[in-house]
């Protein structure tokens, strides 16, 4: 068995193992500030390429190296396949993993269709992650 083959069984193994495990994710502690004024505000700062703002706003624990480089490749990705973004057409605070999500859809130039951009949020509105993809798609959400 290649070490491929293996890493990909292990893998899917741990996630079924997980998901089983975890059932309906835990609500998260109650939002201490305005999620979507949070949210807006760093994905103003992604879109404008201010990362230097976002890494100062990383959620607790977070490593700011690592998080700089996915999100200077991100907006990369972003400038090449979605070009700028020109309307914002909805905006909502939703809860997914037993988590915060800001989800921003929008209009962007080179896209096939709107884009939904997700950034993963505390209680306190600081960043701990990001998704990004075509709002035809989106991800499953926590019930409420």
Do not use: C
């Not at 068995?1 to 890493?7: E, K, V």
């Not at 292990?10 to 305005?34: F, I």
């Not at 807006?40 to 879109?47: D, N, P, V």
């Not at 993809?133 to 499953?140: I, Q, T, V, Y």
Request: without cysteine; aromatic residues 4%; hydrophobic residues 40%.
């Amino acid at each position: 068995m290649s070490l491929r083959t293996l890493a990909t069984a292990a893998a899917v193994a741990l996630l079924a193992t997980s998901a089983a495990a975890q059932g309906s994710p835990a609500a998260p502690p109650p939002p201490t500030t305005d999620l979507v004024v949070a949210g807006r505000k760093l994905a103003s700062w992604i879109l404008a390429n201010q990362l230097d703002s976002v890494v100062a706003n990383l959620a607790p624990g977070a490593h700011p190296d690592t998080n700089r480089m996915e999100l200077t490749r991100l907006v990369g990705e972003i400038a090449i396949h979605g070009g700028n973004e020109l309307k914002v057409t909805e905006e909502k605070v939703v809860r997914r993993l037993g988590r915060y999500q800001y989800w921003r859809t929008s209009d962007f130039q080179n896209a096939p269709g709107p884009v939904l951009l997700r950034i993963v949020l505390t209680p306190d509105g600081k960043y701990g992650g990001i998704g990004i993809g075509l709002a035809s798609d989106p991800p499953p959400i926590d019930p409420d």
